[in-house]
């Protein structure tokens, strides 16, 4: 018996791995041999291709398509019709799916509706991904981006706020209260 929900619209083919508690919507279509943690939330219209992997707790909004060479750590979030790519130059009549590239998403990211992450990169632990913003390089973790092609405006916490560093190179998160240290151009989170 399955210990995750399947709306009676989606397709899961055989040999994908699915994980407790995740629920997946309508339309959707899981291949095989991709991974899928537990407490995910797929929706509708998400297709997520053979190999992809997604951690736990992963939060898959409409209209997505996660292409092979694509892992997303626990923590996720990947907004409405955000695109993944995995060849950098491609043409319909040569075949490069010996060229596919690794996209990670590192935990706690956010990916913005209708952003575009060019294959390839790495995205940082609780980085923020602006709306539309489109991808073409490495970002850092807490990192804020915008903008095509996309630049870091600033920094966020791991509950998607603003930081605002002293000239100690201190923050403090308005909402959790936890502190941020900016440092070599780095931010960590501070232990208590």
Known sequence: MKDYFVHETAIIDEGAIIGAGTKIWHF????????????????????ISPEVVLGNNV???????????????????????????????????VVRKNQ???TIVKKGASIGANATIVCGNT?????????G??????VLPYALVVGNPAKQIGWVSEFGHRLEFDNKGIA??????????LLKGEVSKLLK
Not at 71 to 93: H, K, Q, W, Y
Not at 133 to 138: C, D, L, Q, S
Request: proline share 4%; with cysteine.
């Open 133 to 138: 913003a489109v991808i073409t390089k490495e």
């Open 172 to 181: 403090v998160c308005k909402e959790s209260k936890e502190n941020y240290q």
């Open 100 to 102: 596919y590239q690794k």
């Open 123 to 131: 995205i940082g632990e609780y980085a923020f991904i602006g709306a």
């Open 28 to 47: 959707s279509h899981i291949m095989p041999n991709c991974v899928i943690g537990s407490k995910c939330n797929v929706g509708q219209n998400v297709v």
């Open 59 to 93: 939060k898959v909004q409409n209209n997505v398509s996660i292409y092979t060479g694509v892992i997303c750590e626990d923590d996720v979030f990947l907004g409405p019709s955000m695109v993944f790519t995995n060849v950098i130059n491609p043409r319909s009549a």
